[in-house]
Nanobody, 126 residues
Framework: QVQLVESGGGLVQPGGSLRLSCAAS????????IGWFRQAPGKEREGVSW????????FYADSVKGRFTMSRDNAKNTVYLQISNPKPEDTADYYCAAGYPSHVDYGFGAEGYDYWGQGTQVTVSS
């Protein structure tokens, strides 16, 4: 049984920092395309970052570039999303997703991902 479990969400002040974790069981994340998505109330889910397989290149949406950093720890079978200098508009539920490389045509699109976590809530407020 495959499980992705996010953690690390919570309340953070603008300008602070937060690190989200996504721990996997049942699959080895090293062999999967990994994406981080978010969904704010009343808005569609959007991709904020994704990482390719092999060279593990990472890509970021313009809205988070320079503030979010995605990383992998293959030994722990865990991926992270470091959120720095958060803004109120970053408030959302955050999800990690894993996709077989042959299924993911577009890293920021949700359609190609095979496995999803349950989400963790991030609230940016003073």
């Amino acid at each position: 049984q495959v499980q992705l479990v996010e953690s690390g969400g919570g309340l953070v002040q603008p300008g602070g920092s937060l690190r989200l974790s996504c721990a996997a069981s049942g699959i080895t994340l090293e062999y999967f395309v990994i994406g981080w998505f978010r969904q704010a109330p009343g808005k569609e889910r959007e991709g904020v970052s994704w990482s390719s397989v092999g060279d593990e290149s990472t890509f970021y949406a313009d809205s988070v570039k320079g503030r979010f950093t995605m990383s992998r720890d293959n030994a722990k079978n865990t991926v992270y999303l470091q959120i720095s200098n958060p803004k109120p508009e970053d408030t959302a539920d955050y999800y990690c997703a894993a996709g077989y490389p042959s299924h993911v045509d577009y890293g920021f699109g949700a359609e190609g991902y095979d496995y999803w976590g349950q989400g963790t809530q991030v609230t940016v407020s003073s």
